[in-house]
């Protein structure tokens, strides 16, 4: 796996591995702080539907800030919910010691969770990954990946996240079936705000679209494409162990 740019995964919050592979860009003098002032707050009406997205978003503003160690701290609660864009980060940052400590069995167990739906965008990276480490650094790997998916593998997380969407949206339930307004903070503009003083607030039918489609987009490949592991890092594994490596040409 070539070296990747996680300051580029946390802006763009989800970002393919090719797309990031290569030579790091030289930031710019005081980019950091530039940036850190003109993130936008992330919007805390969507912590109570898709909380991985939401602290995935606060990982960004950290890291941007300059607080790494709580940039991966909110990497870790966004991936309690099933955030595979926040596993692959947490396992490029370990696996390349990109702004963590380098290491590599740590990185593949993350790499090996984020790429459990298959999704083109992770399964890549694990696969480049599971081919670069030694027999006993894939071991270790195991013994990490056996603990993590307690918590964070989709048999657990995506469940707890997917229960959590569907209570709060039983709550605006009847707005989005019948027409009515709603008012979501960081997600729909309040009557008389601002620029807004004329618009209405977003009806519940438009909002019940935009949150479905925000589901469906979170839930790429949950229960239509999740393998449950045995004893070791397979099937996913398997798959690696079948991929050609690529050509040294």
Not at 9 to 36: E, H
Not at 98 to 124: F, K, T, V
Request: charged share 20%; aromatic share 12%; hydrophobic share 40%.
């Amino acid at each position: 796996m070539k070296s990747s740019s996680v300051l580029v995964l946390l802006l763009v919050l989800a970002t393919p591995m090719a797309a990031l592979a290569g030579q790091r860009p030289q930031p710019l003098p005081d980019q950091k702080d530039v940036v850190a002032k003109s993130l936008m707050p992330c919007p805390g009406g969507l912590e109570r539907f898709l909380p991985g997205d939401y602290y995935f978003c606060s990982a960004a503003r950290s890291y941007w800030s300059g607080h790494e160690g709580l940039a991966r701290e909110s990497l870790k609660d966004a991936a309690r919910w099933a955030s595979k864009p926040a596993q692959y980060a947490l396992g490029v940052m370990y696996f390349n010691g990109d702004h963590a400590q380098r290491n590599r069995p740590l990185g593949l167990a993350w790499l090996a969770l984020a790429a459990e739906r298959h999704d083109p965008s992770y399964e890549p990276a694990f696969i480049s990954a599971f081919q670069q480490v030694t027999p006993e650094e894939r071991a270790q790997a195991n013994a990490y990946w056996q603990e993590l998916k307690e918590t964070y593998a989709d048999a657990v997380a995506a469940p707890r996240a997917e229960r959590r969407f569907d209570r709060e949206y039983q709550q605006i339930a009847w707005a989005t079936n019948f027409g009515g307004s709603v008012f979501i903070d960081g997600v729909t503009i309040p009557y008389g705000y601002g620029f807004a003083e004329d618009a209405p607030l977003q009806s519940g039918f438009s909002l019940g679209r935009l949150l479905q489609s925000q589901k469906a987009i979170y839930f790429y490949g949950y229960n239509s494409h999740v393998f449950v592991g045995d004893a070791e890092l397979v099937p996913i594994g398997t798959i690696a162990a079948r991929t050609p490596k690529p050509s040294e040409d």
